[in-house]
């Protein structure tokens, strides 16, 4: 049926009369002439002109490498932009969406982040010393002299202060940034530098801050929980205990390795042999509630109907290995890697995924004696998690967390995802249309 051209039209006059305007959206070829006149600018030769890309639409254009110091992104839609090695001191990025951009190894020095959004983002070994990530909020007046906050797009969570909610931090330098109110859960920060820096208020929930340096630096009511703090420098006599609630230090969670009673290997032998002789020799493996943090790997082990409720697999390596029927509901599995992995008919319930990588794995159901069994993830978190091209058909994701985590290139046939949180889910377009979900 064909749209009515006139209500077309009233709409159009509706909007224009409302003061609604677009973001100017930019070419990559545009974008490379204002780039070329920035770094005429800063290098102080003719024709230079300072790049003013306030509230521009850039998402998912590139400035890797350039040169962009003091230039002004004031508001501007920066998601999946590519940064990387890109130079940015002094370069102000206030409430700008900058949403999964990657800023690997950028320099950031003195850069205004406030009120910004790096969910998702790469700052990997980015330079970010003296940094403004505080609280920032920006209005636009329309026609009616109405104000109306900018970015519409962004949730709740993104408000605030600068959010930086499950961004790879590693090897960041950030001493002497101004921080307070900034959000850094589930945020990657290995060996981050954040020596007197201004923390008060900040999150950093589930954060994983192994070997990070955060000596010196201003901890009034910071949120350290679900955190990893092993090997990190911090004075932790200055966090509320009810802030610290499910951190992991270096101390175990739990019964040890050692407490196994043999080693780990010879433990994986006996459970294939179970498996080989369909359970009359051998033994099956059983480290429900264990903490296996100091764990090599199982590549490619075979841990077929394994059993691991709440055990503590925080960074464990499970490339290639079989999968097939376990029990790790429950389990702390964050950050593990189960690339390739066949987790047929697995049990996840309530299991922590955040961060993992599930990426090419097989989670489709599976028929033992006539039986089909099918993976259930119910009540899961699988924030940020990475599950492209896994073959997720028919399983259960009722009520998990799916904010912010790809699934690009994920089979998705009879997929269960009742009540599921898939806020910000990266997802292809035939995925939205499969979902029933607005394309972007």
Do not use: V
């Given at each position: 049926m064909n749209a009515n051209p006139e209500k077309k039209q009233a709409d159009k006059e509706k909007s224009e009369d409302a003061g609604e305007k677009k973001p100017k959206r930019l070419t990559q070829q545009e974008l490379e002439a204002v780039i070329k006149k920035h770094e005429n600018f800063v290098m102080g030769r003719k024709g230079g002109m300072r790049a003013n890309l306030a509230h521009h639409d850039l998402s998912g254009l590139s400035f890797a490498g350039r040169n962009m110091s003091d230039a002004d992104f004031t508001g501007a839609y920066l998601s999946s932009a590519d940064f990387s090695g890109t130079r940015l001191e002094r370069a102000v990025f206030y409430c700008a969406d900058l949403r999964h951009a990657n800023m690997y190894g950028a320099n950031l020095q003195r850069?205004?982040?406030?009120?910004?959004?790096?969910?998702?983002?790469n700052m990997v070994g980015a330079n970010m010393m003296g940094t403004d990530l505080r609280e920032g909020s920006l209005s636009s007046a329309d026609s009616s002299g109405e104000l109306k906050a900018a970015h519409g797009n962004l949730t709740v969570i993104d408000k605030g202060g600068a959010n930086l909610s499950g961004a790879n931090l590693s090897d960041v330098k950030m001493s002497g940034a101004v921080a307070i109110g900034s959000n850094f859960s589930d945020a990657t920060l290995k060996s981050a530098k954040i020596k007197n820096a201004s923390l008060k208020d900040a999150d950093f929930s589930g954060a994983n801050m192994k070997n990070a340096d955060l000596s010196d630096c201003d901890l009034e009511n910071v949120i350290l929980r679900g955190a990893v703090l092993s090997g990190t420098s911090i004075n932790l006599s200055e966090i509320a205990k009810e802030n610290l609630e499910g951190a992991m230090t270096s101390v175990p969670i739990g019964p040890s390795m050692q407490e196994l009673g043999v080693?780990?290997?010879?433990?994986?032998?006996?459970h294939k042999v179970w498996i080989d002789s369909n359970g009359k020799e051998g033994q099956r493996l059983d480290v429900s509630g264990f903490d296996l943090r100091g764990v090599a790997h199982f590549n490619g082990a075979c841990l077929t109907m394994i059993k691991g409720k709440g055990a503590i697999m925080y960074e464990v390596s499970f490339v290639k290995a079989q999968l097939q029927h376990v029990d790790l509901s429950e389990a702390d599995l964050r950050h593990a890697d189960f690339s390739s992995a066949d987790m047929r008919s697995g049990i996840f319930v309530n299991a922590r995924l955040r961060n993992a990588n599930l990426q090419g794995a097989s989670l489709q159901p599976l028929a033992i004696g006539g039986t089909i069994l099918t993976t259930d993830m119910s009540g899961a978190s699988l924030r940020y998690a990475n599950l492209s091209n896994a073959n997720l058909s028919h399983v259960k994701?009722?009520?998990?967390?799916?904010?912010?985590?790809?699934?690009?290139?994920?089979?998705?046939?009879f997929t269960n995802f009742d009540g599921a949180d898939l806020e910000g889910t990266q997802l292809d377009p035939e995925q939205r249309e499969i979902l029933n979900l607005p394309q972007k």
């Open positions: 850069a205004d982040l406030r009120g910004a959004s790096l969910r998702g983002a080693p780990i290997e010879q433990l994986l032998h006996l994701f009722c009520k998990a967390d799916l904010a912010d985590a790809d699934l690009r290139g994920a089979t998705l046939a």
